[in-house]
C-alpha cells in the first residue's frame, strides 16, 4: 500500500522556470492539501481540494496554482519559480471526517 | 498571527524518563487536535489525535491531555526512547464546526532529542 506518492523528490530550477509536482494517494480519500515547510517553520497550507473538482486557497497561495485531476490526483505547479518559494513541499490526503491525513515523502525544491 | 503555538523549539530528555511536549492554541473554533512526528527527510506520520469533547486520549506510551479552558494541551510519552527523537508538530482543526476539510493548522514543532 504506497498511500501519497509524490514525484519528483527533489528538484533545482532557475528563477523564472516552470514545473508541476505530482501527487497521487491510493486510499480514495476525498480531501487533498499541498503544504510548505520552511525552516523553523511548521506545514503552512497552499492549496487544499476538499473533494474532487473543488479547490480552494489555502494560507500561503500565491504563486502557486493546483489541479484536482482525478479523486486519486492533485498537482501543484509553479508558473515562474522565485528564490522564495524554495522549501519543502509535502502532498497529504484525508477523509473529510475525522482529519487525520496522511503525508507524502514530501519534494525539497531549490529555486536559484 | 500564529493560531497554534509550540513555545518550545527544542527538548532533551533522557533514555527512560517522561517527555512532555506543549502548545497552545488560539482559535476557539478550533475542535479537533492531532500529533504528528517527523523524522528528516520524511513526511509526517499521525501519531495520536483528541477531540474537544475529551480530555484525555491514550495509545499505549503516548497519552494527549487537552485544557479547553486554557486552550493547551500536550503530549506525554513515557518511558521515552531513543525512537522517539524526532520533531513533533501539533495540529488543530475546525472539524465540528464544518471546517474540517480545509486542512491543518500547525504549529512550528518541538524537537525532541532522547539522551542515552
Known amino acids: 500500500n504506497a498511500g501519497v506518492t509524490q514525484t519528483p523528490k527533489f528538484q533545482v530550477l532557475k528563477t523564472g522556470q516552470s514545473m508541476t509536482l505530482q501527487c497521487a494517494q491510493d486510499?480514495?480519500?476525498?480531501?487533498m492539501y499541498w503544504y510548505r515547510q520552511d525552516p523553523g517553520m511548521g506545514l503552512r497550507l497552499i492549496y487544499y481540494?476538499?473533494?474532487?473538482?473543488?479547490?480552494d486557497k489555502g494560507e500561503v497561495p500565491n504563486g502557486y496554482n493546483v489541479s484536482r485531476l482525478n479523486k486519486r490526483e492533485f498537482s501543484l505547479r509553479l508558473e515562474s519559480a522565485a528564490p522564495s518559494q524554495t522549501s519543502v513541499y509535502f502532498c497529504?490526503?484525508?477523509?473529510?471526517?475525522?482529519?487525520?491525513?496522511?503525508f507524502g515523502q514530501g519534494t525539497r525544491l531549490t529555486v536559484v | 498571527d500564529q493560531q497554534v503555538k509550540q513555545n518550545s523549539p527544542s527538548l532533551s530528555v533522557q533514555e527512560g524518563r517522561i517527555s512532555i511536549l506543549n502548545c497552545d492554541y488560539t482559535n476557539s473554533m478550533f475542535d479537533y487536535f492531532l500529533w504528528y512526528k517527523k523524522y528528516p527527510a520524511e513526511g509526517p506520520t499521525f501519531l495520536i489525535s483528541i477531540s474537544s469533547i475529551k480530555d484525555k486520549n491514550e495509545d499505549g506510551r503516548f497519552t494527549v491531555f487537552l485544557n479547553k479552558s486554557a486552550k493547551h494541551l500536550s503530549l506525554h510519552i513515557v518511558p521515552s526512547q531513543p525512537g522517539d527523537s524526532a520533531v513533533y508538530f501539533c495540529a488543530a482543526s475546525a472539524v465540528y464546526s464544518g471546517g474540517g476539510a480545509d486542512g491543518l493548522t500547525f504549529g512550528k514543532g518541538t524537537h525532541l532529542i532522547i539522551q542515552p
Open positions: 497529504a490526503s484525508s477523509e473529510r471526517q475525522p482529519t487525520e491525513a496522511f
Open positions: 481540494s476538499a473533494s474532487e473538482g473543488t479547490t
Open positions: 486510499m480514495n480519500h476525498n480531501s
